[in-house]
């Protein structure tokens, strides 16, 4: 491990204009490449005390031994030689997209005699006519199925079209009507050129017009009494709809515009793009990187700005591109794709209408992509050893953890305190196993504190049941651990680790409930989310586990499952709160009297202020009703009123007269794919 201050530049030797530098390893390998508008800043960040640098970037440095850059004159000419240096040295702390293929287009080969319609990969030639990319290569095969009744355009490799023109025979799709046979000169070579002109002009969107002309050209033909004609021209029309049907419009006028979403973790990011053209999605594609460096959600953009149009030109390059977060700077990356264009380009985050709800549409899929990957990277067997051998070895285990439990605190500034545990068996999640807790025995703030109280009664009822059952023996489990169903009795096993999500604090915590109740059998550590730091009772400094290790892989999605699961349980409990209304304990008050009052008045605080007369003036509110109501209102103490904790605001009763809950407390996700609640039991 290298010290950086033994290759630090000397003060001064920087140039503090934009440029481009590298850092090698000991071997002169480049193991990173970075941009900057200022070398001088940007390296001196790099320099500081290891202490303050994130992980990722301290393992970067420690492992380099020099560093050179290069002195460029813009920020666009950096980006350029920033992305070209990516792929030359392939470093292995950047951002690295890995897309497991390479995405078919459509092709129609208008550079040939003869165009031909076909799959294409790879990089693209000059005078190639190319439509998507697709997600599938039978995605292509099924469309072209459709149009080549309509549009017969040769199909057939030069081998089988130099073959049908040195017998006169065409092939078998020139007998079905889905080639024209220019092989055989059925047409000339102008007509077959138009023919694939025309189907380029359809897959472009220019859709509307042709079919009109083969509708007057139907209803021509069948006022004519030429039915067999008028016939083909319906079925002709027809596959064509099927074909338009396959894509349909997702943005009015006929926009073109690519749409990038980014879902990601700690450790890693998803990437899906969209690609519109003429209004319609034409394909779809997406990658899973590693998140090597510590990088934005801004700057992941930049990244697969990069390697999607790094080697593309003209109108590959769309006039719009749609994205969840801006690179910082934007306008040389804005430039740098204007320049590979040829026009301008518009990159742009949305904010309304039909872009927006595309965009919410990606970022879906980006969402799934990142779970699916995980998934199967979890479903693993080989992978979920490997993953509890590594936390074995790290956390000095006698055996592997086969049984794991998470423990995790979650509250709203001090109100409603909850807890969560959720179990992993053999790396897996059992959500039979969740458990939820209410935390009772204070009131307020301390995550500590409420850590202690949990594993106390969590363990309590552990012991408890143990005592029921009496020692295990021989290693064999007693046969009254489950229920009369045979489903294991609530907190009956005990895991073999013990997981917290925090530092030392609540390690500690965890720990000393553990030694009050006698166990010393149970391993215990916690995950710091901060910086990925694992922390175990008494020691002073944490055990950092490698970045790309599946012990803290596993550890993380542990982690981050008991998160989401107390968030679930806590907002739920929170809305219920909030949900109350003083007009709940009006006797003989039903639902709809109630809203008829909301409706007439607005809200809860208006109602308190209106007279009884004026109370009676809703329709179904009798006076006895009305003085009722009354009484009930000015008894009840009038709630303290809510605030929007993300801006500080004061927040207006709704029209059921609970505060308006909209805005989520800061610095909590929405969880996505959240439980059944009832799988977790309260205790």
Known sequence: MADPSSYRPRPGEIPDSPGVYKFRDEHRRVIYVGKAKSLRQRLANYFQDLAGLHPRTRTMVTTAASVEWTVVSTEVEA????????????P???????????YPYLAVTMNEQYPRVQVMRGHKKKGVRYFGPYGHAWAIRDTVDLLLRVFPVRT???GVFKNATRTGRPCLLGYIGKCSAPCVDRVSEDEHRELAEEFCDFMAGRTGTYIRRLEQRMTDAAEEMEYERAARLRDDIEALRKAMEKSAV????????DLIAVAEDELEAAVQ?????????????????DKVEDVTTGALVEHALQQLYGEETGDSVPKEVLVPALPDPVEP??????DRRGANVSLRIPQRGDKKSLMETVARNAQQSLVLHKTKRASDLTTRS?????ISEALDLESAPLRIECYDISHLQGDDVVASMVVFEDGLSRKSEYRRFQIKGFEGQDDVRSMHEVITRRFRRYLAEKEKTGEWVDGDEPADLKDEEGRPKRFAYPPQLVVVDGGQPQVAAAKRALDELGIDDIAVCGLAKRLEEVWLPGEDDPVVLPRTSEGLYLLQRVRDEAHRFAITYQRAKRAKRFRASPLDDVPGLGETRKQALIKHFGSVKKLRSATIDQICEVPGIGRKTAETIAVALAQAAPAAPAVNTATGEIMEDTEDGTPDTTAGAPGEPVPAGAPDERRGQET
């Open 333 to 338: 990356v804005q430039q740098w794709l204007t």
């Open 386 to 390: 490997r993953a509890l051998e590594e």
């Open 79 to 90: 980006l350029q030689l920033e992305y070209s240096w990516i792929k030359e040295y392939d």
């Open 273 to 289: 793009i969209f690609h519109v053209r003429g209004g319609r999605v034409r394909g779809q594609r997406g990658w899973v990187t």
């Open 250 to 257: 997702v943005l009015a006028d006929a926009t073109d515009a």
């Open 92 to 102: 292995r702390f950047n951002v690295k997209y890995r897309d497991d293929k390479s």
């Open 156 to 158: 057939c490799s030069a």
